[in-house]
């Protein structure tokens, strides 16, 4: 699983919490979503696969052509030619628009997950209350810029007394 799908199934994890009618259809339209990119990618293979076929076959065929005089095999090799040929072009004019879907798919999900992200965000700032570093109250470390302060205190535990003092 990739780093892009996991972090949308982590959104769509804190989202389903918040068991609402905009978190639910937020979900069900990047499940949508996910499903028809995934089918784009292999439309895509799919169109670069019948390229490459096209373009093999008219390889093999242009070497294969011989210059004598027209028979009945040579015009079925001709037909042949000219369906490579249309396969090739058909297939990269969908690979480009496929490509475009795809994009356009991208786009779409990443707007969803900017979604998922703010109300994710609302939600939580509801349950735990909002924190001082987002609404950019002093932190802490002399600043006010909201950001966390990235230093940790640590206090050392009391000193447990060890048998041999404990003995005395």
Not at 35 to 44: G, L, N, Q, T
Request: hydrophobic residues 40%; contains cysteine.
């Amino acid at each position: 699983m990739k780093d892009y799908q996991r972090q949308t199934e982590f959104l769509r994890q804190c989202i389903r919490y918040n068991d609402t009618v905009e978190h639910r259809q937020l979900e069900t339209r990047i499940t949508e979503l996910q499903r028809d990119e995934i089918c784009v990618r292999r439309a895509v293979w799919l169109m670069a696969l019948f390229a490459a076929l096209a373009m093999a076959g008219l390889c093999y065929a242009t070497i294969l052509v011989t210059d004598n005089p027209p028979r009945l095999a040579d015009i079925s090799d001709r037909f042949i030619l000219k369906a490579l040929c249309v396969l090739g072009v058909g297939s990269m004019i969908c690979l480009v628009g496929f490509l475009g879907l795809g994009l356009m798919y991208r786009k779409e999900l990443d707007q969803r997950r900017e979604a998922c992200r703010r109300l994710a965000k609302e939600f939580l700032e509801s349950r735990l209350g909002a924190s001082t570093a987002a609404s950019g109250e002093n932190n802490g470390n002399g600043n006010n810029d909201g950001k966390f302060n990235q230093q940790m205190l640590v206090e050392p535990l009391p000193s447990t007394p060890s048998r041999d003092t404990a003995a005395n």
